[in-house]
């Protein structure tokens, strides 16, 4: 009775958690409170996938004991005296991030890597001295000159070659490795086995002009005379004993003469190591070659080396015959990629994952190499490879474990197919699962010539039970954009992980998700607050604007509210701008996201000049894959410098106050058809616009694109735009008038010369224009389009379609890691008092 007794109050004091989890280490109060709930509620072993993804990676449980070392973290990364280099690419060499934990060897550790940094890139002086002050690592360099070989001098020995370089290399290892193995290789092919180097330079006053090929603008200073230092390279030779060589048992030149090569390559000193590395080499030659079971033996006697070469028999393929079930003899026979020394030494499990492969590749899902015939006559070897092709099959439906997610594709069952399958289920389950991985898992039959193909993946359905995290206020966000759909998808936790990118004021993020039942789960969410605040700027350039320069800046998640303020400024010869906005982070669909901003504009269009004051407040919702808009503004633009005849200023007011009222709703996606992929989109947008003393008007516009994929590398564009204003008397203001014309629309055109005119012929703008664009473009390199189009438009009062501009053209875009970059040329096919041809280059980029 006693016993049970015991193990009943045992049991009671376990389930109401007398015995809690004692947590020791420097975490903060608020911290041990929601891992102690959480282990209680989930024991040990999800406890620790907790600490891991919270960024505590040494921790020890000792019974009841939580032990946590936490060790301190790097705050900030500064360097002083660096003129040459960026902070990012030195904070990059060494190693450093602010957030990293700081062990006793961070400092030294991370200091030499910078040294090393500066010595690979030729400033062989750099003084590099690191200290910490209260966590911020602060780096002092003195760079010293960048070391450039001008010319490379051999000494103690004869060589037939000089090196004078007109463009001087960078004093680096690899540089110097390079030319002193060439150096070593031209005396050991000359019997010079023991041959060996020391590397010297000196100083020169030498001075060239110097460009880093790899790298050029890090060479941009260096061109200066009083930023690098001329060196002559000098490489002082001991040549050694030479040692005559002799190779026995090869009677091919061809191959005597590769041996001979390799030895000169590999056999850098007469010592044991070096001789049997050498005859190592030499087999592995022998057998590429055809040779079957070479074997060799480096004899070394007083100054002779004798290379003796036994091998069982030598084969010379004369054919590879690709023999089919039903296909031709030798189809595809150029696309096998086969290794001779493969078929010589008769690896046949390789040489049929090969071909497998291959023909997998080309929609063959089930081919099978069915044997290899090795035919032998008198040291000529063929082979004959004998290939069950069966059939070209299509994927029908597509699954997700068990799960159907697309259906009646018919396209063909090719490992490229597969691959653009995976990225598109991986879409389409995005929003409605969450998962940590997804691959290909097999085909199954399922009817003559179709096949389904599957893909595995830990699918899991979870609603969020809670979220744990050191940031009181991350927690509540991530709550708030839950609180109307509970579900964890994929989809919302690579959009948290990009929000937390985004934000920049959080360092070494992580996000997880771990299952505490069925069906719930807790978020983890954990990093360390770092800056909050960000300095950004670009350029961009057209033939209509010149050099637009813009900048602003932004604060992260001011008071803590996951909004985003930003002050952004633009000058360009046209324009300048100033705008004040506040913007929300919608990083979950369902939700809603808001702008709020204050701006003014001052223009300069040719034909009148205005400045503008703008207030708005726009919200914006994804429902569906639609995206709706809705919003309020405020406005009042003044008009000087108009052009214009009497007849028509004389309607036009110099000042105008609107209030709009702007709505919008947008479709985007893809279709995967059995031949073709097509990405669409679709937009709607109404501005009802309300004028203070004058009358109102509404504008409204469409937009649509079709980009269609037929096949790799192609692409055809189709975009019809569309815009109306309710009224067209001559009151609307003028920045709301449609005109056409310059590097976006009828590219043929000037800037704004298709519209309606006044009697002189300056364009005013018509109350509504129609666009279309047909293009089609190839990819001549990644990210890289050229190709033509046509274009066909107008901006006029009245609805006609017959008398519109045409043009066509010419146009290259390009996205580089400096930004795009557009070139256009296209010529009026039709010809009018309008421009006739145009050629425009558009460019941006930012920091």
């Known amino acids: 009775m006693r016993v049970f007794l015991f193990l009943t109050v045992f049991s009671f004091l376990f389930l109401t958690n007398v015995f809690s989890l004692e947590i020791q280490g420097n975490i903060d109060n608020e911290m041990k409170v929601q891992i102690k709930k959480f282990y209680s509620e989930n024991g040990r072993s999800k406890t620790e996938k907790l600490l891991n993804y919270l960024g505590y990676h040494f921790f020890t449980f000792n019974r009841n004991q939580l032990i ?246 030598k084969f010379v393929i004369t054919k590879v015959n690709f023999i089919y079930n039903s296909l031709p003899v030798n189809k595809l026979s150029d696309e096998f990629d086969i290794n001779r020394s493969l078929l010589y030494s008769k690896n046949e499990n390789a040489v049929k994952r090969i071909v497998t492969d291959k023909l997998y590749s080309k929609g063959y899902v089930y081919a099978k190499v069915q044997d290899i015939n090795f035919i032998n006559k008198n040291g000529k070897l063929a082979v004959d490879i004998i290939i069950n092709e069966g059939d070209i099959y299509k994927i029908d439906d597509v699954f997700v474990n068990d799960k159907e997610i697309l259906d009646n594709l018919q396209r063909t069952a090719t490992s490229k197919e597969v691959s653009n399958l995976l990225g598109i289920v991986r879409s389409n389950i995005n929003n409605k699962y969450y998962f940590t991985s997804i691959s290909f898992d097999k085909f199954i039959m399922n009817k003559e010539n179709n096949v389904d193909l599957v893909f595995k993946s830990d699918l899991s359905r979870f609603r969020l039970n809670k979220v744990i995290s050191p940031d009181e206020s991350m927690k509540n966000f991530i709550k708030e954009h839950f609180f109307d759909n509970p579900k964890i998808t994929k989809v919302k936790i690579d959009s948290l992980k990009k929000f937390l990118a985004s934000e920049k004021n959080y360092i070494n993020y992580s996000v997880g998700v771990i299952p505490i039942s069925e069906n719930e789960a807790d978020i983890v969410v954990s990093g360390i607050k770092g800056e909050s605040n960000e300095i950004f700027g670009g350029f961009a350039y057209d033939d209509i604007e010149k050099f637009n320069v813009f900048a602003g800046y932004r604060r992260f998640d001011i008071f803590g509210t996951a909004h985003q303020f930003q002050i952004f400024t633009t000058y360009s010869s046209r324009e300048k701008s100033l705008t004040f906005s506040l913007g929300s982070n919608n990083f979950f669909a369902p939700n809603l996201a808001n702008i709020y901003s204050l701006g003014w504009k001052k223009r300069d269009e040719d034909t009148f000049e205005y400045e503008q004051l703008k207030a708005r407040i726009q919200f914006f919702k994804t429902l569906n894959n639609f995206r709706y808009g809705l919003g309020v503004y405020a406005e009042e633009l003044n008009f000087t410098g108009l052009v214009y005849d009497k007849d028509f200023t004389e309607k036009l007011s110099d000042n105008y106050r609107l209030i709009g009222i702007p709505l919008s709703a947008g479709n985007a996606g893809s279709y995967l058809g059995p031949v073709i992929e097509v990405e669409y989109s679709a937009e709607l947008r109404l501005k009802p616009l309300f004028q203070i003393d004058q009358n109102s008007f509404i504008t409204s516009e469409l937009n649509t694109m079709l980009k269609i994929y037929p096949a790799d590398r192609f692409r055809f564009k189709l975009k019809n735009d569309f815009g109306y204003i309710s009224r067209n008397n001559s009151d609307i203001p003028l920045t709301y008038r449609y005109t056409l014309g310059g590097p976006y629309r009828m590219k043929a055109f000037d800037y704004r010369d298709i519209g309606s005119e006044d009697k002189k012929g300056n364009v005013y703008g018509g109350s509504r224009f129609y666009y279309f664009l047909f293009g089609a473009e190839y990819e001549i390199r990644n990210n890289v389009y050229l190709g033509p189009f046509v274009e066909y438009g107008n901006a006029i009062d009245q609805w006609d379609f017959s008398d519109g501009y045409t043009d066509v053209g010419i146009a290259l875009t390009a996205d580089t890691i400096l930004g795009s970059i557009g070139l256009s040329f296209a010529h009026e096919t039709v010809g009018s008092s309008k421009s006739d041809s145009a050629l425009y280059l558009t460019f941006s980029g930012s920091f």
């Open 68 to 313: 946590i070392s936490n060790p301190e973290r790097v705050d900030d990364v500064a360097f002083h005296g660096n003129l040459i280099f960026l902070n990012n690419t030195l904070q990059g060499a060494s190693g450093l991030a602010k957030g990293d934990p700081i062990y006793p060897e961070t400092l030294e550790n991370s200091a030499e890597k910078v040294r090393k940094y500066y010595f690979r890139n030729g400033y062989r002086n750099a003084k590099v001295s690191a200290n910490i002050f209260d966590n911020d690592f602060v780096f002092r360099i003195r760079e010293g000159k960048r070391f450039l070989i001008t010319d490379i001098n051999v000494k103690n020995a004869a060589y037939p070659e000089s090196f004078n370089f007109l463009n001087p290399k960078i004093f680096d290892g690899k540089i110097v490795n390079t030319y002193v193995k060439k150096i070593e290789n031209y005396f050991r092919s000359n019997g010079y086995f023991n041959v060996s180097t020391d590397v010297t330079y000196s100083k020169n006053d030498k001075y060239t002009f110097f460009l880093n090929i790899n790298n050029p603008v890090s060479s941009v200073m260096s061109v200066l005379p009083n930023f690098h230092q001329g060196v002559s390279l000098i490489v002082s030779v001991e040549k050694g004993e030479k040692f005559s060589l002799r190779i026995e048992g090869i009677e091919d030149e061809e191959t005597e003469t590769l041996m001979r090569n390799e030895i000169s390559k590999n056999l850098k000193g007469i010592s044991t190591f070096n001789v049997r590395y050498t005859e190592g080499e030499l087999e592995k030659l022998l057998r590429e070659k055809g040779y079957i079971n070479p074997h060799v033996v480096i004899i070394v006697k007083e100054r002779k080396i004798i290379v003796d070469v036994d091998y069982g028999e």
